[in-house]
């Protein structure tokens, strides 16, 4: 059964302190989202790509987020420094650029806290 | 700003009843429709996708969508205690674009 993995699943760190997060998209899908969940603001778009270009980064903080990939089988975010307000739970998903039909299948989730 | 707009509930149903879950969007440009179901603590998955006017069926789920009111909704027939969870709507502009989703209606079905 294909999925998305992300890793890691949980993540506790101090304020300041740097945070990569890493997913893994579905083989052979060439679009893949950031997203990040909260209850005040519910699922948010930070930053999305194609064939590993960025599409779309608007959503993101620019002075302290950033996300990359590297190469088709990994994607990643990372926090700099790291702030409370940034606690969330931060989806990776992934799908077919030309095929919304079979929607974009979502990772299991990083859940982050900042202390 | 493109917005969609959710009742976040909770929608309360008996066993075996209807449960009408309602969306509405902003952007009357909106090409694609998506409903996701949540489980607390899960990611989101997807349950229907619905593009042209009307009505789409599987199984015990039926999407409605009328673009000239900007309104999506999703009916779920023979409610289980197993449909509770978070029913989230999202939209897109263009097929393979990022979605932008509801709050989420949260759904619970007691037997």
């Known amino acids: 059964d294909a999925r998305v993995t992300q890793t890691p699943r949980d993540k506790v760190t101090e304020m300041g302190q740097e945070v990569t997060m890493r997913c893994q998209p579905i083989?052979?899908?060439?679009?893949v989202f950031w997203y990040r969940q909260t209850m005040m603001q519910g699922l948010e778009l930070l930053a999305y790509?194609?064939?590993?270009?960025?599409?779309?980064d608007s959503g993101m903080p620019k002075d302290r987020f950033s996300a990359e990939m590297p190469d088709a089988t990994l994607a990643t975010l990372k926090i700099q420094p790291s702030e409370p307000r940034d606690s969330a739970v931060y989806f990776c998903?992934?799908?077919?650029?030309?095929?919304?039909?079979?929607?974009?299948?979502f990772g299991s989730g990083t859940r982050l806290t900042v202390v | 700003q493109k917005e969609v707009e959710q009742n976040s509930g909770p929608l309360s149903v008996p066993e075996g009843a209807i449960a009408s879950l309602n969306c509405t969007y902003s952007d009357r440009g909106s090409q694609s429709f998506f409903w996701y179901r949540q489980y607390s603590g899960k990611s989101p998955e997807l349950i229907m996708f619905?593009?042209?006017?009307g009505d789409k069926e599987d199984g015990r789920f039926t999407a409605q969508l009328n673009k000239a009111s900007q309104y999506v909704s999703l009916l779920i027939r023979d409610s289980q205690p197993s449909d509770s969870a978070t029913y989230l709507c999202?939209?897109?502009?263009?097929?393979?674009?990022?979605?932008?989703f509801g709050k989420g209606t949260t759904l619970s079905v007691s037997s």
């Open positions: 790509f194609r064939n590993r270009a960025p599409l779309d």
């Open positions: 083989l052979g899908h060439n679009t």
């Open positions: 998903a992934s799908g077919l650029g030309d095929r919304d039909s079979d929607g974009y299948t």
């Open positions: 619905i593009y042209s006017n």
């Open positions: 999202a939209v897109n502009m263009d097929a393979g674009t990022a979605l932008i």
